[in-house]
């Protein structure tokens, strides 16, 4: 069963650069690929980035592209986004999830969630 924690947030400043870390500590059955969502205060959780088991393919918000980077590190069973020149918009609980299904963007394709790690950009 996947079993999924997110790292790595906390208060950063307007344009600075924060790196998430996914980590599954359970025991892998099959492949799957891992998305990143996140919900701001007042607001609907949504889709930030996805990327699949072999780390060939990527998908991203048109809000975060060119900004953030989602990478996969097999070995450790870790997925990192990396956001850079980040804004108070981006303030939310980030989370990421794992699915077996394509839609990626959808919240509801997905069966694993892990509990949320804060992320705060100040002006």
């Known amino acids: 069963q996947v079993r999924l924690a997110e790292s790595g947030g906390g208060l950063v400043q307007a344009g600075g650069s924060l790196r998430l870390s996914c980590v599954d500590s359970g025991r892998v059955v099959r492949p799957y690929t891992t998305g990143w969502f996140r919900r701001a205060p007042g607001k609907e959780r949504e889709f930030v980035a996805a990327i699949n088991w072999s780390g060939t393919d990527t998908d991203y918000a048109n809000s975060v592209r060119g900004r953030f980077t989602i990478s996969r590190d097999t070995a450790k069973n870790t997925v990192y986004l990396q956001m850079n020149s980040l804004k108070p918009e981006d303030t939310a609980v980030y989370y990421c999830?794992?699915?077996?299904?394509?839609?990626?963007?959808?919240?509801?394709?997905?069966?694993?969630w892990g509990q949320g790690t804060q992320v705060t950009v100040s002006s």
């Open positions: 999830a794992a699915t077996t299904r394509s839609s990626w963007y959808r919240m509801d394709q997905y069966a694993y």
